[in-house]
């Protein structure tokens, strides 16, 4: 059953994965698009700074949900 617990926890891990993609592609099309026109620097900078928030929180959920599943389940 340790065993188990374990892989459960790795995989929801795992979601913090998908956040760094996530925050990286969007890195990359904000600075193509501030390259292109620097006059909407400060709308896409907002636009930027949300969807990371957005993309980092859902890394933490599954952190959060991977301690759950060690420190509850391993009772």
Known sequence: ??????IGAGIAVLTGVGAGIGIGIATARATESIARQPE?????NK???L????????????L???FLI??????
């Open 1 to 6: 059953m340790s065993a188990l617990i374990a």
């Open 40 to 44: 909407a620097k400060s709308d896409i």
């Open 47 to 49: 636009a930027l700074i």
């Open 51 to 62: 969807g990371c928030a957005l993309a980092e929180a859902t890394a933490i959920y599954g």
């Open 64 to 66: 959060v949900i991977a």
């Open 70 to 75: 060690i420190f509850v389940l391993s009772k």
